[in-house]
């Protein structure tokens, strides 16, 4: 079992940043690879960036260069700062975290970018 615990959400106007942080409850060397999903109203749940164990990070096309996924071993936290928001980032983002079979979603932290 893996909790997930985000935090960092919030308005911003376009061009604007935030940190978005997702605390794990177990070491995340225990974890095979942990990210950040997204879902906008009326829209379906979209990828948008992973870093695996080994600390490899992928990006969606959609945030790649303005995006960055990080970890803090020591805090068991993984972070997504964005910059250059568009009002098209706004959504409610979801930190996720695979860990052998499972599977596991943190509750979600709102983000919303103002033209």
């Known amino acids: 079992q893996v909790?997930?615990?985000?935090?960092?959400?919030?308005?911003?106007?376009?061009?604007?940043?935030l940190r978005l942080s997702?605390?794990?409850s177990r070491s995340i060397f225990s974890i095979n690879s942990m990210g950040w999903y997204r879902q906008a109203p009326g829209k379906q749940r979209e990828w948008v960036a992973t870093i695996t164990i080994g600390g490899y990070t992928m990006y969606s096309d959609s945030v790649k260069g303005r995006f960055t996924i990080s970890r803090d071993i020591a805090k068991n936290t993984v972070s997504l700062e964005m910059n250059s928001l568009k009002p098209e980032d706004t959504a409610v983002y979801y930190c996720n975290a695979v860990r052998n079979a499972g599977n596991y979603w943190g509750q979600g932290t709102q983000v919303a970018v103002s033209s």
């Open 3 to 17: 909790q997930l615990v985000e935090s960092g959400g919030g308005l911003v106007q376009a061009g604007g940043s």
């Open 22 to 24: 997702c605390s794990a």
